[in-house]
């Protein structure tokens, strides 16, 4: 059984940046595929980005596009989300997700975490 447990959350103006982590316990992190997902107040959980298991395969939000960045640390078993040019409408509550091996932009994840707030002021 793996956790998921993300950290960094906060409170930012709008135009700064986060860095959002997701450290991993109770698996095999170096073969799961690493998502995060978010969810604004009264809208559906929507994807932000994914990594493949080796760091090789990205995958990006339209919205995110040049200015988010997903990367990890499998000696660490953390992902990272780096949040730059930070807008209002990015204010959400951030998971983060895991699977075997291969990314989706879906929310066919076997593993998430609790969340982060994220609010960005304007």
């Known amino acids: 059984q793996v956790q998921l447990v993300e950290s960094g959350g906060g409170l930012v103006q709008a135009g700064g940046s986060l860095r959002l982590s997701c450290a991993a316990s109770?698996?095999?992190?170096?073969?799961?595929?690493m998502g995060w997902f978010r969810q604004a107040p009264g809208k559906e959980r929507e994807f932000v980005a994914a990594?493949?298991?080796?760091?090789?395969?990205?995958s990006y939000a339209e919205s995110v596009k040049g200015r988010f960045t997903i990367s990890r640390d499998n000696a660490k078993n953390t992902v990272y989300l780096q949040m730059n040019s930070l807008k209002p409408e990015d204010t959400a509550v951030y998971y983060c997700?895991?699977?075997?091996?291969?990314?989706?932009?879906?929310?066919?994840?076997?593993?998430w975490g609790q969340g982060t707030q994220v609010t960005v002021s304007s």
């Open positions: 997700a895991a699977r075997p091996l291969t990314v989706t932009t879906t929310e066919a994840y076997d593993y």
């Open positions: 109770g698996g095999t992190f170096h073969i799961l595929a």
């Open positions: 990594i493949n298991w080796s760091g090789g395969s990205l």
